[in-house]
């Protein structure tokens, strides 16, 4: 059995990120999608919550790019092209908002758990929770994703099926690219919505 990041689909790393910063498209659905396949090695149906709601999203960016291909091919693109539409819904803009908060929470986390070796995933994935969704989500939602976070794995289990057949150091430097790539593509997304108030009202 490979490693988890030989194993899927797309990787972050490869999505491809123009000069100025636009992001392709389908390349980063792909890696998303990818993404949300890591909750799987988590082995709790209390992550399902978390999987659906990234998979939700995904799926509202996807149906406006395939409307619209020659729009849709970055996903600056979508967004620019949804606030020029003077319409009330904005799906694929708010989908992309919604999933990169996801994708923030989920780099945040890893990150804080490859930086300290001695940290469970969930203390790892509770700090992380607080530090960004839990401030976009309601009192009744809070809840759900907690339960989540308590039902993370012992992290010398997590860490066992994240290598597969694998040794731990390939598998730590796969990480890290692609931990690195997330983290860029989320700065880069976020930093746009900032800059153009795009998620307002979202």
Known sequence: MSSY????KKDFKDVPVSASDEIDTAAFLDAAESLVTLFD??????FGVVQKDMTGNIKKIREV???NPVNGATLQQIVLSEKDNKTSQKPATQGLLWLSRGLEFTALAMRKNVADSSQELATSFTESYKATLSQHHSILIRPVFKL????CPYRKVFYEKLCGSQSLEI???QLEQWLSALEKI???????FAAGKYGKGL
């Open 148 to 151: 989540a976070m308590n039902a």
């Open 5 to 8: 990041f030989s194993s899927i």
């Open 171 to 173: 598998v730590q430097q």
């Open 65 to 67: 790019q395939l409307r």
């Open 41 to 46: 090695l988590f082995g709790s149906s209390a």
């Open 186 to 192: 989320v700065k880069i997304i976020m930093d746009f």
